[in-house]
Every structure is written in structure tokens, then in C-alpha cells.
């Protein structure tokens, strides 16, 4: 059927500026990572995107490797933004990055050289059918690769127009002041990086929001739900149509420490009349350096439960005290562990050894 659109869709979205650049984003924005593979079913890809859109929410995420397999949800995108969306293409704001492993070889993936992020750009606007990103992350950091070339591959995507804004993503604070100054010194400005953030996992608070202040970038914070950890899903056990169910990987971080949290955390957002998932996507969006916290969903009920957190965006200090004093206790490394991807994965285990 054809689509078309809601009339109302911008009056519940808040949008805020990202960092300061001239870029606003929806508060709340949707990431296609999981649920939009060739495995997943190409009628929820459309229903969920035309509802988040319905809703307010104009920024989509992507990357080259996203599916199952890599790719895909690239080119499910492109096929839902050609019959759907074309005619709101300004009205949108879509990303994608390049850095994980995507094709064979020694410049398909784990590198930030020049050769692999503009081959990747190159192959993600055909995926999708566009002329330009909105944003054109560094996906990861590459120790291997000196900054200045990653940086300089940015730096021309942006210049060519194929990308209106450039940020770096899971950079802790030391990388991203070093890339800031790259960027500034070529007269382009980082305009937003897009760390890990969640009740679970609190590392950019320390330092990285600092950073990113002093250099006028914005914050989109990854996986606020912890891949769906912060939510009522798993209080009792593991649903067989979860992701905890489905990756082992993930099944592995849902520790005894972190599910007695998780109860503690809901008893708290049932109090505040809240679901524990749109507690946790408020309580991301606390902090006026987190322009926009993104979100995954694998079903339209999920998407809307997530986006009634938009109701109460408020904390009394009360509660931020008690959340403080609740993660504290439970899982005091949460502000220190740096993210997955600092480098040191590669150091330890290089994909390509020199
Ligand atoms: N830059 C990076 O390196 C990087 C890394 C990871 C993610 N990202 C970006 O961040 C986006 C979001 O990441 P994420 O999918 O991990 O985010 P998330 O919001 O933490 O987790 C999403 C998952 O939680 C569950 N869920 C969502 N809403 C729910 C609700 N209201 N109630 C109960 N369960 C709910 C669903 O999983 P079930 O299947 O279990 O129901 C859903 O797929 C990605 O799509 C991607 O764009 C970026």
C-alpha cells in the first residue's frame, strides 16, 4: 500500500542540536544493526521504519557491515527508502561508517585507512541509492593506521560532498581530541561521535562528554537499552525470540550482578509509572551533551514502548542519586571500562599482521 506519512509526525519529537553545529537530530533515533537483515522479514523492516518516521524520528543509522549478511540492511534501506521515503529524503538524516570487517581482504575491514573507508563509503551510497550520507562515521579505531590518514579520507569524503557531517564512533577521549584537532586543522569540524551509553555502562561520563564539549561535537549514544538488558524482557528468563537468545555472545554479558540491577532498576521505573526501557532511554537523555540516544527495535510494539520515554524526560535529584548509588554498587567498573573497540583488540589479535 502506498505510503503516507503522519501530518502530526513532528509534534511529540524533541530534536536537539547536536554539539554546536547546525545539525539538530530527534531525540530518540532508530538503528537498523539488527532486524533489518536478508534474514529478517522485509514487511517489519517497512512497518517499523514508517513507523518510527509516523513518529517523529528523522535520523535512520547504518553501516556497511549491518545484516546478516553485511550489506543488507544497506540495501533493504535503500529498497524501503526508494518505494517509501524518496519524496522525504530532506526530510531525513542517514548514517552509515566504515571500520569493521566487511569484504575479503586487507582493505575489507579492522582499518581506518584511506582505501577501505572511501571504497566502503562508495559501495554504501550504491547500496542505498544515494547521492550523499548525512553522516560518515570511523566506525572503530585502527592503531595501525596513522590518525591523520583516516582523518584525511574523512576529511575528502566531506569535501566531495559525499558526506554533510564526519564523526568517529566507540573513540574514547584521548583519540577523539586527537582526531578533533586533525579535523580542525583541515577546516572541517568533528560534528558528532557515537560512543556505547547505558544504565550498564557509563564509561564516557569520566572524560569523553568533556572532550566532545570542548570541540562542539554532539553525542549519539549506541545500544542505551544494553542490546535489550534494560528492559522487563529478561526479569524472569531468556525469551526464546530475544537477542540474548539468539547470540551466545550476548547471553554471555547477562551476569548475576547485572540481572539483580536490572530488577532493582525496574521496581524503580514501575514507581515512576515508566517501562525499565523508556526509564533507561530517559535517563540517557539527561545530559544536554547527549543530543540523541539510538535505539534498536525489532518489532513496532517495542519501537512505541520506546518512544513513550518521551513522556517523562525528567529526573529529581532523588532519583539520580538512587540510580547513581544503584549502578555504583553493582557494577563500580562501569565508569572505567574503556569501549570494546579501543584498538587494543586489534594490538592483541591483528586481523592482517604487519
Ligand atoms: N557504532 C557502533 O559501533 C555501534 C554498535 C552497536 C550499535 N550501534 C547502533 O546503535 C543502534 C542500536 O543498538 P542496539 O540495537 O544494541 O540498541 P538497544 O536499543 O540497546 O537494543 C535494541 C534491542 O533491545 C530490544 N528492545 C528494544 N526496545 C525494547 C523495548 N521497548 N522493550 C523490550 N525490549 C526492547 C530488542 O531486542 P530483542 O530482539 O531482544 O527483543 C532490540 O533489538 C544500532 O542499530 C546501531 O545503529 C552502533
Known amino acids: 500500500m502506498t505510503y503516507t506519512p503522519d501530518t502530526a509526525r513532528y509534534t511529540n519529537m524533541p530534536y536537539r542540536r547536536c554539539g554546536r553545529s ?6 530518540i533515533s532508530l538503528g537498523l544493526w539488527h532486524n533489518f537483515g536478508d534474514i529478517d522479514p522485509l514487511d517489519n523492516q517497512r512497518a517499523l521504519l514508517r513507523r518510527a518516521f509516523d513518529r517523529g524520528i528523522t535520523h535512520f543509522d547504518l553501516a ?5 549478511p553485511a550489506g543488507s540492511a544497506e540495501t533493504n534501506f535503500g529498497r524501503i527508502l526508494r518505494e517509501d521515503l524518496r519524496a522525504y529524503r530532506d526530510e531525513l538524516i542517514i548514517s552509515s561508517k566504515a571500520g569493521w570487517q566487511m569484504w575479503d581482504g586487507p582493505y575489507g575491514g579492522f582499518t581506518g585507512s584511506r582505501k577501505h573507508l572511501i571504497a566502503s563509503c562508495d559501495q554504501s551510497l550504491k547500496r542505498m541509492g544515494l547521492d550523499y550520507v548525512d553522516i560518515f562515521y570511523s566506525h572503530r579505531p585502527d592503531p595501525y593506521t596513522p590518525l591523520e590518514e583516516t582523518m584525511g579520507a574523512l576529511v575528502q569524503l566531506y569535501r566531495q560532498g559525499k558526506a554533510l557531517y564526519i564523526g568517529i564512533s566507540s573513540y574514547g577521549p584521548e583519540l577523539t581530541r586527537a582526531a578533533a584537532e586533525i579535523l580542525k586543522a583541515e577546516g572541517v569540524p568533528l560534528t558528532i561521535n557515537q560512543p556505547n551509553y547505558s544504565l550498564l555502562d557509563r564509561w564516557i561520563e569520566p572524560e569523553l562528554l568533556a ?3 570542548k570541540y562542539g561535537a554532539g553525542a549519539i549514544v549506541f545500544s542505551p537499552l544494553s542490546q535489550g538488558f ?3 524482557k529478561y ?6 525470540d530475544s537477542r540474548a537468545a539468539r547470540l551466545d555472545w550476548v547471553r554471555a554479558g547477562l551476569s548475576p550482578e ?6 532493582q532498576l525496574n521496581d524503580m521505573a514501575v514507581g515512576r509509572g515508566q517501562s525499565l526501557a523508556q526509564m533507561a532511554l530517559s535517563w540517557t537523555l539527561r545530559d544536554p551533551r547527549i543530543t540523541s540516544t539510538l535505539i534498536g527495535a525489532r518489532t513496532v510494539e517495542q519501537l512505541d514502548d520506546s518512544l513513550g520515554a518521551l513522556k517523562n524526560l525528567s529526573f529529581t535529584a532523588d532519583e539520580l542519586a538512587l540510580l547513581d548509588r544503584l549502578t555504583r554498587s553493582a557494577l563500580p567498573d562501569i565508569f572505567n571500562e574503556p569501549p570494546k573497540a579501543t584498538g587494543q583488540d586489534l594490538i592483541e589479535n591483528p586481523v592482517f599482521p604487519d
Open 230 to 232: 534494560l528492559s522487563d
Open 64 to 68: 556497511n557491515n549491518y545484516g546478516p
Open 258 to 263: 547485572k540481572l539483580k540491577l536490572i530488577r
Open 235 to 240: 526479569l524472569r528468563d531468556i525469551p526464546e
Open 22 to 27: 547546525g545539525l539538530k537530530l530527534p531525540a
Open 211 to 213: 572532550v566532545n564539549d
